[in-house]
């Protein structure tokens, strides 16, 4: 491998993201429905496979619900609109599931035992496979929405072709795609402590926080929710921002409904809830 085809990495050189191997993969499939989130690794996946398959055989699905942040199901759109791919929103209902609402440790389980009901006639009637934007990366945490999603049926070329998150977003840029560097934005029941129950009304707070928050200028970010009390976290280098930002931060958070507003000095983790498992 030469030096312009591998990364040195704390002594490990990282080998390309290997975008013929996710072609082959997917070809293997020849249909597919993309579960697309409109996130790094789903945008990469239906770009990829659009671009391999043709536009007849690929179909990009965004699951919406009130679980989706509005902001998300809009880029969805303008994504599928800007690449000219063959999109389209389908509704699920995972909060009508008491398991669900509960908000235990297979939450997300649940919900993807959900995404799958409600893909699965869609890709019967394109005679085709579910493929989800899951990498290497995903493996490792708490995540058994994944299994529950493999044992419906769901494939995961992402992983199949040995991508890891950052690989992702290296041939995301590598092709152009402008969410190369889009935040990670998991889905908004995430911002729940287990056990909180999860309602349309805590997802609405969550979500009103947040975009207020994007409103300032702020990309990556979490809001927490903790009853009247939001625990908002940022990326450290934002944490001084947010301080001489202040009032600002405050009105946005308040705007949302909250009473109380505080700064997490740890600062932003991805899935650090899952540490109460």
């Avoid at 312009?4 to 975008?19: F, M, S, W, Y």
């Avoid at 790094?40 to 179909?59: F, I, N, P």
């Avoid at 902001?71 to 609109?81: F, G, M, Q, R, V």
């Avoid at 970010?221 to 001489?244: C, F, K, N, T």
């Amino acid at each position: 491998m030469g030096a312009a085809g591998a990364r040195q990495t704390e002594g490990v050189i990282a080998r390309p993201p290997d975008l013929d191997g996710l072609r082959h993969g997917l070809r293997r499939l020849e249909r597919v429905v993309v579960a697309f989130s409109g996130g790094a690794d789903s945008a990469l996946l239906a770009w990829v496979a659009q671009d391999t398959l043709g536009a007849e055989a690929t179909l990009a699905v965004t699951a919406v619900s009130p679980s989706l942040a509005p902001e998300e199901e809009h880029d969805c759109a303008a994504l599928a609109a800007g690449w000219g791919l063959r999109w389209q929103a389908v509704p699920t209902d995972e909060l009508a599931d008491p398991a669900y609402t509960a908000n235990d440790g297979q939450r997300c389980a649940h919900c993807k035992s959900a995404l799958m009901a409600a893909l699965a006639p869609v890709a019967a009637a394109e005679r085709a496979t579910v493929v989800l934007g899951v990498n290497l990366d995903d493996l490792g945490d708490h995540r058994p929405g994944q299994a529950a999603a493999a044992g419906a049926g769901a494939v995961f070329p992402l992983v199949d072709a040995g991508f890891t998150k950052e690989q992702v977003r290296s041939a995301s840029r590598a092709l152009g795609l402008r969410t190369w560097d889009k935040p990670a934005a998991a889905c908004l029941a995430s911002r729940v402590p287990y056990g909180t129950p999860v309602t349309v009304a805590v997802l609405a707070e969550v979500a009103a926080a947040e975009s207020g928050l994007r409103r300032l200028g702020f990309r990556q970010l979490r809001v927490r929710h903790y009853g009247d009390l939001a625990r908002i976290e940022l990326p450290v280098a934002d944490l001084d921002v947010a301080l001489q930002r202040r009032a600002e931060v405050v009105a946005a958070v308040h705007a949302a409904g909250y009473r109380y507003v505080t700064l997490d000095l740890e600062g932003f983790r991805s899935g650090n809830l899952n540490g109460a498992l």
